[in-house]
Each structure stands twice: as C-alpha cells, then as structure tokens.
C-alpha cells in the first residue's frame, strides 16, 4: 500500500463491491474524533461540577497523605497538629471577635448627629425595656461619654473611640479607671466584634454611669483645672 502525505494509507472497501479507496491517518483519527463526540457516548459523564469535586477531593487526600509523612506521629500526629491549630484559632476568635475587629476598633464612638446625655440615656432605657441588649449597651456607653463632656471632663472631640475616652476620663476619675476601661472594652465586642450583650452587661455599665454622675472629679488631672 502507498504512502500519502508521509503518513501510512490504509484500505477502505466501499459498498458493494467497489474497489477499496485509501484514507489517510489523520482525516481517519477526525473522523473518529467527530463520532466520539456525539452526545449519545457522553451520558453518563460526570458533570463540570462532580469532576471539579473529585479533583479537589484528590488534591486534598494527596495533601494530608503528605502531611502525614512529615508529621510526628504519622497519621496520628497529623490529626493532633489539625485539632492543636483549630483550637488556637477559636481562642484567638474568642478574644479578638471576628476578623475585622482590630481596624474597625478605632472608629468613633458617636456616628449620629449630636445629641444630649440625657437623650442617650432615655434610648438606652428604651432598649434595655425591649431587651434589646446590645443597643442598650451602647447607647449607655454613649451617655457616658456625653455626659463627660458636658461636665467638660472630656472635650468634645470628632472621632473620639470608647478606649480613648476611658483613658482620658480615667485621669480625672482614677477610682473607676477599671470599669471605664471594661465598660470601654465590652463596648467594642458588641460594636465591632460581633458579640452580641447580655442584661448583666448593660447593668453595669448603666451603674458605672450612675455612680459617675454623683462622683466628685479630680480635677487636678483635667488640663487647666482646680483640685477639689
């Protein structure tokens, strides 16, 4: 048989006797090709999704089999390691509050238009009334704050976060300087960590700011004030 094209010619007997023609490899292989491709051979095929599947499931097995030739331990130490990270990232959670929390953190305590101590104060109520917790919680938080500065303790400042203004207020009310910095604290968790406030937690929070208001300040820490 010939050679066509540098490729080997194979006989191909035509119906009904006819004298065979020859057919190229190539033009063959196509032809193959096209019918192959026809949906009726393709039925059973698993779809884009369960192929994506299994090849993820491949590459997560050929992973851990790798991991586990390193680890201590084989297997065994593997599955220590997994539970070791797992239980540091819950606690990191635990501590830090979603992801996102450290940026978001420092922003201001007030994002409405000014309003008066008192005015936070009866929001405050309205919420903790509807167990509404966690708005409770910082509407008192704000009160606080506001109320500070309406006995210019504090100087009214944009952009001033609940740590900040526990800092600042701690150094003309030095006997509260812990719970300011826990009410501060608690404030951010529910504000910024996902948390969500309990009735406990408004409790305090709105004694802190009673007992406040009858304490005397030390005005000494207050720029340019008087001892009492």
């Given at each position: 048989?010939?050679?066509?094209?540098?490729?080997?010619?194979?006989?191909?007997?035509?119906?009904?006797?006819?004298?065979?023609?020859?057919?190229?490899?190539?033009?063959?292989?196509?032809?193959?090709?096209?019918?192959?491709?026809?949906?009726?051979?393709?039925?059973?095929?698993?779809?884009?999704?369960?192929?994506?599947?299994?090849?993820?499931?491949?590459?997560?097995?050929?992973?851990?089999?790798?991991?586990?030739?390193?680890?201590?331990?084989?297997?065994?130490?593997?599955?220590?390691?997994?539970?070791?990270?797992?239980?540091?990232?819950?606690?990191?959670?635990?501590?830090?509050?979603?992801?996102?929390?450290?940026?978001?953190?420092?922003?201001?305590?007030?994002?409405?238009?000014?309003?008066?101590?008192?005015?936070?104060?009866?929001?405050?109520?309205?919420?903790?009334?509807?167990?509404r917790w966690t708005e409770?919680?910082?509407?008192?938080?704000?009160?606080?704050?506001?109320?500070?500065?309406?006995?210019?303790?504090?100087?009214?400042?944009?952009?001033?976060?609940?740590?900040?203004?526990?800092?600042?207020?701690?150094?003309?009310?030095?006997?509260?300087?812990?719970?300011?910095?826990?009410?501060?604290r608690e404030f951010d968790?529910?504000?910024?960590?996902?948390?969500?406030?309990?009735?406990?937690?408004?409790?305090?929070?709105?004694?802190?700011?009673?007992?406040?208001?009858?304490?005397?300040?030390?005005?000494?820490?207050?720029?340019?004030?008087?001892a009492e």
């Open positions: 048989m010939t050679a066509m094209g540098g490729t080997t010619a194979r006989p191909l007997l035509r119906a009904g006797g006819d004298p065979p023609v020859d057919i190229s490899r190539i033009p063959a292989r196509e032809a193959a090709d096209r019918e192959l491709s026809k949906p009726m051979y393709h039925e059973n095929d698993p779809n884009l999704v369960e192929r994506a599947l299994d090849h993820i499931g491949e590459w997560i097995g050929k992973l851990f089999h790798a991991a586990s030739d390193v680890a201590p331990g084989g297997p065994l130490g593997l599955v220590v390691v997994a539970v070791i990270v797992v239980a540091l990232c819950a606690a990191l959670w635990w501590r830090l509050g979603t992801p996102g929390r450290i940026s978001a953190a420092q922003d201001a305590l007030f994002h409405d238009g000014p309003r008066s101590a008192a005015e936070h104060r009866t929001a405050a109520e309205a919420h903790a009334a509807a167990h409770a919680v910082q509407e008192r938080m704000r009160a606080l704050v506001r109320s500070l500065e309406e006995r210019a303790l504090l100087d009214p400042r944009p952009g001033r976060t609940a740590d900040e203004a526990a800092s600042e207020a701690a150094r003309a009310l030095p006997g509260h300087a812990d719970r300011l910095r826990t009410a501060a968790d529910v504000t910024y960590g996902g948390r969500t406030a309990d009735e406990p937690t408004y409790l305090r929070l709105r004694d802190l700011d009673t007992d406040i208001e009858g304490t005397t300040p030390h005005l000494s820490a207050v720029a340019g004030g008087t």
